[in-house]
């Protein structure tokens, strides 16, 4: 077995940077037989709630500036200013308290459907933007905040699979990605590391991969019960891979203590979210991150190249920041939406979008699936709600089941009662005299197999600018179209009837049916995708605009294809590649 | 605004849709319907799905002089022509329901908000990948 450090860091770039910024030293067995270091995180006394970053002079010129906070943009902001680029990140949301998530609150459940709702159509905070989404099967969630939507994820966090980024050589559908799994490895690997993996090596489904940092979160007995239907089939399972710790890990962060409600905002900050992870090491290199504050435009000068942005201070008052280089890390719906509003005399469609597609190919992800009631009281609001076990038996393409692709099922957990009242596999419990038997028969007994379906891009499923709705700026919001495909269609029915398999295997006495979930709109994706042919993609393979040569593209928005997984290790890893690409290959940027 | 009147025909629409169980009354006697007129009152979506359904009910005199099942027969016509103002209107009906100690002891469930105390995790077990451990890889080369 080879040890060796530096695995990670073949030349001077974002990674070394990372490592240099951080005090302690693990080494890790890999699964290759090749071995790795890893340097958990510094620690610091400050909260991140409690940071601010007042010193910087806001008329000087910053080499980066980054739009938007999430996972995507603090991933960049950590590496570049670790890289002694001077970064700025303007987030219209704000730094959230851990210790004042409502998951401590006795209210929790009301929250859970009001004030902390998933859906920012619900939520309807002044930093949240509404979307219109008359003509869509499927409700955009997300957070506004430093963190993103990593604040409210469940973080379950597998990988693409090499296939995915091959769909058009080996499927003959969408298009290849210009990338492949292979060039995002080392990437996916840093991050797990940066936000802290819970897994364990050796899953069949996927290739082999390096040690993750942490052993996985214990599946449970209602885990187990579940597996031991999916090994009786023969069908494949694995422990999630999630970015929740089970062991102490990080600066500050405890390991989970299986509260059951991780899409609440972590109070025990065992979910790793962004705002814990990435921005305080950003920050100690300088990064100057504004809050509360609405891009509006990304401005140009005359020749159509970036020159920084205009924003909504946390006032209202109109302002201008300065950059040589901008980073959209808004998200698959918050991007094409800013880049739709930057138009200007030498892009009258938008800037960056000479071939079109800025908008073109939402991808969402179709979830559905179904639900099981045990006879025999799993109480399965005990653990993460939704990263316990995945099958991937059903990934990759097979002709015969009648669709293209394919789908991870990835378990579920119920809740407390509310919850299971107001809707299990989206069946609202009945009111009236059927009320009470129904409940109690779900309630404590009610575990749910979910599909998460390949979704392949359509350019008719798009986001634009709507002509009415606005949001607290008087900003146009974005219009969602959105519609089901025939394959994606049949490729819910196929997993839903293969989910009911297992749910009877395993035991249970009734199965409730999901066709397909609304409000599951959290991976946003495909809407300035990354391509060779700047006819046909808005990015190239780095990231960088085909049109503007300092303008890049972080989030979801860049992918060509949807996968079958989670996609925020993804996006994670394709942010720190395109920062290393900046790093190494546009010094021109860097004052 | 919901004014008293309203909060009655409430009280009693509540007795409907959670009947009383067990020794618990129905939601109306528990006396949650000032609780949902609170809890509404701070959110526009949940007060327009209240008062959407109160104004589409029968008055309240006509209403209270209906038996179990003819209010029972006004509500189902309420869900009919006004599906997402009722539905939105079950949902916090439910949630409010739920979190009375009363109905968490009647569960025999803790009640208590997730945090800070939790659950206690379970020891991780690698037997359990016996099986799955003997499958060769079978993830898709390019």
Same mark, same amino acid.
């Given at each position: 077995m080879v040890w060796h450090r530096g695995v990670y860091a073949p030349r001077k770039g974002a990674i070394f940077h990372l490592w240099r910024a951080l005090d302690a030293r693990i080494v890790i067995p890999s699964e290759t037989g090749v071995e790795s270091v890893w340097i958990p995180a510094h620690r610091t006394d400050t909260l991140p709630s409690d940071m601010t970053t007042t010193d910087h002079d806001p008329d000087r010129t910053a080499d980066v500036l980054i739009v938007g906070a999430g996972a995507s943009g603090a991933a960049v902001a950590a590496s570049l200013s670790e890289a002694s680029f001077d970064v700025v990140c303007i987030e219209q949301g704000h730094w959230q308290d851990s210790f004042k998530y409502p998951s401590a609150d006795p209210d929790f459940d009301l929250k859970a459907i009001s004030s902390w709702s998933i859906n920012p159509n619900k939520r309807r905070l002044p930093v949240d933007y509404p979307t219109n989404v008359e003509d869509s099967a499927v409700d955009p969630v997300m957070f506004n905040g430093v963190g993103g939507s990593t604040i409210m994820w469940v973080a379950h966090t597998p990988r693409l699979h090499p296939s995915d980024f091959r769909v058009k050589s080996q499927d003959d559908v969408a298009d290849d990605w210009p990338i492949s799994y292979e060039d995002l490895e080392p990437w996916y690997d840093l991050n797990d590391h940066v936000m802290g993996c819970s897994g364990i090596s050796g899953d069949p489904a996927n290739p082999p991969r390096s040690t993750r940092p942490m052993p996985p979160i214990p599946i449970g007995r209602d885990g187990e019960m579940i597996a031991g239907a999916f090994d009786r089939l023969g069908w494949h399972w694995w422990p999630s891979d999630a970015y929740i710790n089970s062991t102490r890990y990080g600066e500050g962060r405890d390991a989970c203590n299986f509260c059951g409600h991780n899409m609440l905002g972590c109070y025990q900050r065992a979910k790793a979210s962004t705002d814990l992870t990435y921005w305080p090491r950003a920050i100690d290199q300088g990064t100057e991150l504004v809050t509360g504050a609405r891009v509006r435009e990304i401005t140009t000068d005359s020749t159509g190249r970036a020159t920084g942005v205009n924003y909504l201070d946390a006032e209202g008052i109109d302002r201008h920041r300065s950059a040589r280089a901008v980073v959209m890390a808004a998200n698959g719906i918050g991007t094409p939406r800013l880049l739709l509003l930057s138009? /200007?005399?030498? /892009?009258p469609n938008g800037l960056s979008n000479s071939s079109g597609l800025v908008g073109k190919n939402l991808m969402f992800h179709m979830f559905g699936g179904a639900s099981g009631v045990f006879p025999n009281h799993p109480d399965p609001w005990v653990g993460p709600v939704a990263n316990i076990i995945l099958s991937q038996e059903f990934y990759e393409t097979d002709s015969d089941r009648g669709f293209l692709r394919g789908y991870t099922f990835q378990m579920g957990r119920g809740q407390g009662p509310g919850a299971i009242a107001r809707g299990v596999a989206g069946q609202r419990a009945p009111w009236g005299n059927e009320h009470h038997a129904i409940l109690e028969r779900r309630f404590r007994n009610t575990l749910s197999l979910g599909c998460i379906g390949d979704d392949l891009p359509e350019e008719h499923n798009s986001v634009t600018l709507d002509k009415r709705l606005t949001d607290s700026s008087g900003l146009p919001a974005p219009k969602i179209t959105y519609r089901v495909s025939e394959n994606s269609r049949a490729l819910l029915d196929h997993a839903i009837a293969q989910g009911t398999k297992v749910l009877e295997e395993a035991g249970a006495t009734e199965i409730l049916i999901n066709p397909q979930s609304r409000e599951t709109g959290w991976h946003l994706l495909g809407t300035a995708r990354m391509g060779n042919d700047p006819e046909r993609s808005v990015v190239d393979k780095n990231g960088q605009s085909h049109d503007v040569d300092n303008l890049f593209i972080v989030d979801? /928005? @860049?992918? @060509?294809t949807g996968g079958a997984v989670n996609p925020t290790p993804t996006i994670q890893a394709i942010a720190l590649r395109t920062a290393d690409y900046i790093i190494n290959e546009r010094g021109d940027l860097k004052a | 605004m919901v004014i008293k009147p309203d909060a009655d025909l409430l009280s009693a629409a509540l007795d409907r849709v959670v009947p009383p169980v067990g020794d618990l009354p129905g939601a109306g006697g528990m006396g949650l319907s000032e609780e949902v007129i609170k809890r509404c009152s701070a959110d526009d979506r949940f007060n327009g799905a209240l008062n959407t359904v109160l104004e589409a009910l029968p008055s309240p005199n006509d209403f209270m002089a209906l038996d179990d099942g003819g209010r029972d027969g006004a509500l189902r016509a309420v869900e009919s022509s006004h599906p997402a103002a009722f539905g939105l209107w079950l949902d916090i009906v439910y949630t409010i329901y739920y979190m009375q100690p009363d109905v968490h002891a009647r569960l025999n469930w803790h009640g208590r908000s997730p945090q800070p105390d939790g659950n206690e995790m379970p020891p991780w077990d690698e037997s359990i990948l016996s099986v799955i451990r003997q499958r060769e890889p079978f993830w898709r080369k390019v």
């Amino acid at each position: 077995m080879v040890w060796h450090r530096g695995v990670y860091a073949p030349r001077k770039g974002a990674i070394f940077h990372l490592w240099r910024a951080l005090d302690a030293r693990i080494v890790i067995p890999s699964e290759t037989g090749v071995e790795s270091v890893w340097i958990p995180a510094h620690r610091t006394d400050t909260l991140p709630s409690d940071m601010t970053t007042t010193d910087h002079d806001p008329d000087r010129t910053a080499d980066v500036l980054i739009v938007g906070a999430g996972a995507s943009g603090a991933a960049v902001a950590a590496s570049l200013s670790e890289a002694s680029f001077d970064v700025v990140c303007i987030e219209q949301g704000h730094w959230q308290d851990s210790f004042k998530y409502p998951s401590a609150d006795p209210d929790f459940d009301l929250k859970a459907i009001s004030s902390w709702s998933i859906n920012p159509n619900k939520r309807r905070l002044p930093v949240d933007y509404p979307t219109n989404v008359e003509d869509s099967a499927v409700d955009p969630v997300m957070f506004n905040g430093v963190g993103g939507s990593t604040i409210m994820w469940v973080a379950h966090t597998p990988r693409l699979h090499p296939s995915d980024f091959r769909v058009k050589s080996q499927d003959d559908v969408a298009d290849d990605w210009p990338i492949s799994y292979e060039d995002l490895e080392p990437w996916y690997d840093l991050n797990d590391h940066v936000m802290g993996c819970s897994g364990i090596s050796g899953d069949p489904a996927n290739p082999p991969r390096s040690t993750r940092p942490m052993p996985p979160i214990p599946i449970g007995r209602d885990g187990e019960m579940i597996a031991g239907a999916f090994d009786r089939l023969g069908w494949h399972w694995w422990p999630s891979d999630a970015y929740i710790n089970s062991t102490r890990y990080g600066e500050g962060r405890d390991a989970c203590n299986f509260c059951g409600h991780n899409m609440l905002g972590c109070y025990q900050r065992a979910k790793a979210s962004t705002d814990l992870t990435y921005w305080p090491r950003a920050i100690d290199q300088g990064t100057e991150l504004v809050t509360g504050a609405r891009v509006r435009e990304i401005t140009t000068d005359s020749t159509g190249r970036a020159t920084g942005v205009n924003y909504l201070d946390a006032e209202g008052i109109d302002r201008h920041r300065s950059a040589r280089a901008v980073v959209m890390a808004a998200n698959g719906i918050g991007t094409p939406r800013l880049l739709l509003l930057s138009d /200007s005399e030498k /892009s009258p469609n938008g800037l960056s979008n000479s071939s079109g597609l800025v908008g073109k190919n939402l991808m969402f992800h179709m979830f559905g699936g179904a639900s099981g009631v045990f006879p025999n009281h799993p109480d399965p609001w005990v653990g993460p709600v939704a990263n316990i076990i995945l099958s991937q038996e059903f990934y990759e393409t097979d002709s015969d089941r009648g669709f293209l692709r394919g789908y991870t099922f990835q378990m579920g957990r119920g809740q407390g009662p509310g919850a299971i009242a107001r809707g299990v596999a989206g069946q609202r419990a009945p009111w009236g005299n059927e009320h009470h038997a129904i409940l109690e028969r779900r309630f404590r007994n009610t575990l749910s197999l979910g599909c998460i379906g390949d979704d392949l891009p359509e350019e008719h499923n798009s986001v634009t600018l709507d002509k009415r709705l606005t949001d607290s700026s008087g900003l146009p919001a974005p219009k969602i179209t959105y519609r089901v495909s025939e394959n994606s269609r049949a490729l819910l029915d196929h997993a839903i009837a293969q989910g009911t398999k297992v749910l009877e295997e395993a035991g249970a006495t009734e199965i409730l049916i999901n066709p397909q979930s609304r409000e599951t709109g959290w991976h946003l994706l495909g809407t300035a995708r990354m391509g060779n042919d700047p006819e046909r993609s808005v990015v190239d393979k780095n990231g960088q605009s085909h049109d503007v040569d300092n303008l890049f593209i972080v989030d979801g /928005s @860049v992918f @060509v294809t949807g996968g079958a997984v989670n996609p925020t290790p993804t996006i994670q890893a394709i942010a720190l590649r395109t920062a290393d690409y900046i790093i190494n290959e546009r010094g021109d940027l860097k004052a | 605004m919901v004014i008293k009147p309203d909060a009655d025909l409430l009280s009693a629409a509540l007795d409907r849709v959670v009947p009383p169980v067990g020794d618990l009354p129905g939601a109306g006697g528990m006396g949650l319907s000032e609780e949902v007129i609170k809890r509404c009152s701070a959110d526009d979506r949940f007060n327009g799905a209240l008062n959407t359904v109160l104004e589409a009910l029968p008055s309240p005199n006509d209403f209270m002089a209906l038996d179990d099942g003819g209010r029972d027969g006004a509500l189902r016509a309420v869900e009919s022509s006004h599906p997402a103002a009722f539905g939105l209107w079950l949902d916090i009906v439910y949630t409010i329901y739920y979190m009375q100690p009363d109905v968490h002891a009647r569960l025999n469930w803790h009640g208590r908000s997730p945090q800070p105390d939790g659950n206690e995790m379970p020891p991780w077990d690698e037997s359990i990948l016996s099986v799955i451990r003997q499958r060769e890889p079978f993830w898709r080369k390019v």
